[in-house]
């Protein structure tokens, strides 16, 4: 399998658009200056691309690498690498996804996501993401698009570890949750929060323990 990196640095050998209306299933990598999908693409190993857009169906069995990552409909990987990534739909990373900041509205499964800025969160179905860490801010919301008679069971994140700068979380159940300012806000319930600097909790969450880390 080729490294996906090298590959990504060497523009001459990314390719023409790739736009894919119906459907299309690639046994080998796809190197293309943008990737459009608006049917069914299923990548049997790597895509290299400027900007992954899906508002079909997509699935990638290797790596992905982009500078722009935008999910309107579903979108399956094993490991993805982008700068910016945006998901509207589903989302899942069977490993691990890289990236500077993510934003997602809909359900998310990730095994392992790690941001050098920013994650940011919008519940509007039930997610997972076993580990997800950033040096920045951890933001998880209600989603702006539900309306409030909508059951809040199906709205809710659970996660192992959550690593962050500044921490502010909404229905999430977390064994850990490590950061310097942290709000366990409502409908959480959390095994151990780590803090450095402040911690609020909401009345209408549990959380099992408190440690102030003494930095």
Do not use: W
């Amino acid at each position: 399998m080729s490294n996906i990196n090298d590959t990504f640095e060497r523009h001459e050998m990314i390719g023409p658009p790739l736009k894919v209306r119906g459907s299309l299933i690639l046994q080998e990598d796809v190197r293309a200056d943008t990737v459009n999908v608006v049917g069914h693409l299923s990548v049997k190993n790597n895509v290299v691309t400027s900007k992954l857009k899906v508002s079909g169906d997509c699935s990638i069995g290797g790596h992905c690498r982009a500078d722009q990552v935008i999910n309107l409909g579903s979108l399956r990987v094993q490991h993805i690498q982008a700068d910016r990534l945006q998901s509207s739909g589903y989302f899942s990373v069977a490993q691990d996804a890289a990236v500077e900041t993510f934003y997602a509205e809909g359900a998310v499964k990730i095994n392992r996501l790690t941001a050098g800025s920013s994650i940011e969160l919008r519940l509007g179905n039930r997610s997972t993401i076993e580990v997800m860490r950033t040096s920045g801010t951890i933001t998880v919301k209600p989603s702006l698009k539900l309306m409030n008679a909508l059951i809040p069971y199906f709205r809710k994140l659970t996660c192992e570890t959550i690593e962050g700068t500044s921490i502010s979380l909404y229905r999430t159940t977390a064994n850990l949750v490590c950061g310097e300012d942290i709000i366990i806000g409502p409908g959480c319930s959390i095994g151990e929060v780590q803090y450095s600097k402040s911690l609020t909790v909401d009345p209408k969450s549990q959380v099992d323990r408190t440690v102030f880390l003494n930095k």
